[in-house]
């Protein structure tokens, strides 16, 4: 009775309270069908997911997560969000059946490889026992950089991370490619200020009709 | 009458956005020794920019940081990082071995260092530019063509 205080049954609640907003900000989104709620729950989704990876000691992933999954996926999905419509058509009963059979399936099989993982920490399991511990032991002389995790993206697995910011950049050059790189705006603005009687209210100006100057 | 309505909107973000940009230096610079490093770092250089954005209106944002700087910013970040492989093998080193930049032996640490901080400033650059350029694409576009341009 007494080791249910000690600092692991915290870590568990920490985990347990985590888990179930996740939850239910799942069970959420499943649910709304007002796509600007949706948004706000998917950002507020990766921001309680990037808590709970600094719960289990993956900061730089729980960095990552916060600024790209709340930050930057939120923005961009505001932002597609604009050019459809603002809220999702309800789906048939029977439509709905084939993607909740999806869905129960593939959270079967993940629970059932659940059962394989290691625990959490376990020093003989794959990733800390192999090349892991490997670099744990010697990037500190070869490198002298404090935070192992820099090095070994930087240094010991540099060609992935050339590869990432070329998948970043291709990804940005593919979608200015097809969706154009967004200067019609500014176009359109500097057309309206050179009229100033006429400016017409459309969507994409009715921001812009709030500038200060 | 002033019609503004967003007027604590505009000044709390004029107030963060400076925060912010110096805490992405911050996590830019400081990689080597915490969590971050370039890529955390462009993604919130890119959120500050599209928090102006989000406050001032697009077409401000745009004139603050075109769309022609944005994506030329990205190539140039790629350009960084894979310049950083070729001045290692100029050095007679393999392509981004930092330890033949200077030609140290092992154990000494000013080509790592120097390296890694040059890959992160290309990262940096290449996915801030990324980030920014996708952004416009999203946000600077028009809806509806208005009649009088058919």
Redesign the interface.
């Known amino acids: 009775m007494h080791s249910m205080f000690n600092g692991d049954f915290g870590i568990v609640l920490v985990n347990i309270f985590l888990l179930a907003i996740l939850f239910a900000t799942g069970v959420a989104i499943a649910r709304m069908r007002s796509l600007f709620a949706i948004v706000m729950l998917s950002g507020i989704y990766s921001l309680v997911s990037a808590a709970w990876y600094v719960a289990v000691d993956a ?2 992933v ?3 997560e916060a ?2 999954g709340a ?2 996926s939120t ?2 999905l505001l ?2 969000m ?2 459809t419509s603002r809220t999702a058509k309800p789906e048939k009963l029977f439509f709905r059946l084939g993607p909740m059979l999806v869905c129960l399936a593939t959270g079967a099989a993940l629970i059932y490889a659940t059962v394989d993982l290691p625990a959490l920490g376990d020093a003989s399991s794959p990733a800390n026992a192999g090349v892991g511990l490997t670099y744990l032991q010697v990037a500190w ?7 192992v ?3 070994v ?3 010991y697995r ?2 992935d ?2 590869g ?3 998948v ?2 291709t ?3 593919a ?2 490619l ?9 176009a ?2 500097i057309r309206n200020e050179s009229r100033p009687g006429e400016r ?1 209210a ?3 100006s009715a ?7 | 009458m002033n019609t503004d309505h967003h007027v604590i909107l505009r000044v709390i973000a004029k107030m963060l956005i400076p925060v912010i940009t110096m805490f992405a230096f911050y996590v830019q610079f400081h990689g080597d020794f915490g969590p971050g490093g370039g890529f955390q770092a462009g993604v919130i250089i890119a959120v500050a920019v599209i928090l102006y954005a989000l406050v001032f209106g697009v077409p401000a944002a745009m004139r603050a940081v075109p769309p022609v700087f944005t994506r030329s910013l990205a190539a140039v970040g790629v350009m960084i990082y894979a310049g950083v492989g070729f001045w290692a093998m100029l050095q007679g080193g393999h392509y981004l071995e930092y330890q033949a930049l200077f030609h140290e032996p092992p154990g000494e640490h000013h080509g790592q260092h120097i390296g890694i901080l040059g890959i992160e400033l290309g990262v940096l650059c290449g996915v801030s530019g990324a980030m920014l350029t996708i952004f416009y694409a999203f946000a600077g576009r028009v809806a509806e063509i208005r009649d009088e341009d058919w």
């Open positions: 900061v730089d729980a960095f990552t600024a790209v930050g930057m923005v961009v932002g597609a604009l050019l002389f070869e490198t002298g950089i404090p935070n995790v820099t090095p993206l930087g240094s540099g060609f991370t050339l990432e910011t070329t970043v950049f990804a940005g050059l979608v200015a097809l969706l154009g790189f967004g200067e019609r705006s500014l359109e603005r017409k459309n969507k994409a921001s812009s009709d709030e500038d200060p100057s």
